[in-house]
């Protein structure tokens, strides 16, 4: 069975056969010896399907979460393509719009694709679904692409929980960008160095990214940090496409993100006790929704 704990024993390996990191990532499926090459791509073309239907159901919808705090963003976004203040491209107005849709099904307690996580489910089908539909790429290398980044998110997982109770959102919406990066360069045709560097481009600058939901819900600040950090991954793979090489390795930027994470208060990974979860405005939605659920309105 091929294994990788490390990120440089997974570049070696694509050196030394050569291969892409989606090319090592379905070996490294098939080597698990229950799914066949074909079975394995055709379950993440299934996941990927998932992910454009999540993104097409949630897209233009304005229906209200159940706490109210999000719903109608993702429109917005679309929508604001066509104003004349508009500066990004297409693909930067479907990227954002495509993480916030699936966020929002998320919190209208719809069916998502967790990756990793469901707080951090957006990144990765924000820019793999906009490339799709931007670039028409062509479908195995957006399923290799989806495997890419899933064995980001594995080799990450062998040293650190991918939670934000363990690690604050660094270990979610910071891991999933990573993912995402990864996920772009593969799609693109980039060398696995460029697809590791954009991985640690992307993680460097999640580093120390805390954990505190509004009332404990996935949805302030969860939602539109989603939509920001598919344009992050963007960024950081167009940087490692540039060949702009990360100076710390890969490894020891996930050896940074472990320590960080364990230096971090309780109070800043998911406890709603710190960070944006204790600002004035919050703690006045938290009481308001409290209120609620120990008094619903009687039905007849």
């Not at 104003?83 to 495509?98: G, T, V």
């Not at 931007?134 to 594995?154: H, I, S, T």
Request: net charge negative; hydrophobic share 45%.
């Amino acid at each position: 069975m091929i294994q990788f704990t490390q990120f440089r024993d997974l570049l070696a390996y694509c050196q030394q056969e050569p291969c892409s990191v989606g090319e090592a990532a379905l070996r490294y499926e098939e080597s698990l010896g229950d799914r066949s090459r074909e079975e394995i791509l055709a379950g993440a073309r299934g996941l990927l399907e998932q992910m454009r239907s999540t993104i097409e159901s949630g897209l233009f919808c304005e229906d209200k979460s159940l706490s109210g705090l999000s719903g109608g963003f993702s429109k917005k976004v679309m929508d604001f393509q066509n104003s004349p203040q508009a500066f990004m491209s297409p693909l930067e107005h479907r990227m954002i719009a495509y993480a916030l849709a699936t966020l929002e099904e998320n919190s209208r307690m719809r069916k998502i694709v967790a990756c990793p996580t469901a707080g951090g489910s957006g990144v990765v089908p924000g820019v793999l679904v906009a490339l799709w539909q931007e670039k028409d790429l062509p479908m195995e290398r957006l399923e290799k692409a989806l495997l890419a980044a899933g064995l980001v998110g594995e080799i990450v997982s062998h040293r650190m929980y991918l939670s934000g109770a363990a690690a604050g959102c660094q270990a979610e919406v910071g891991v999933a960008t990573g993912m995402a990066a990864a996920a772009i360069v593969e799609a693109v045709g980039g060398t696995p160095e460029q697809t590791l560097n954009a991985t640690a481009i992307a993680l460097k600058n999640t580093i120390g990214l805390v954990c505190d939901p509004v009332a404990g819900l996935v949805e302030v600040p969860c939602v539109k940090r989603n939509g920001i950090a598919g344009i992050h991954a963007s960024a950081a793979a167009t940087m490692a496409l540039a060949d702009i090489v990360s100076f710390v390795p890969l490894d020891e930027v996930v050896d940074a993100m472990v320590q960080v994470g364990q230096m971090m208060s309780p109070k800043l990974k998911e406890s709603a006790e710190g960070g944006l979860a204790k600002t004035d405005t919050a703690v006045a939605f938290t009481e308001q929704l409290r209120q609620k659920q120990q008094n619903p309105p009687c039905r007849d």
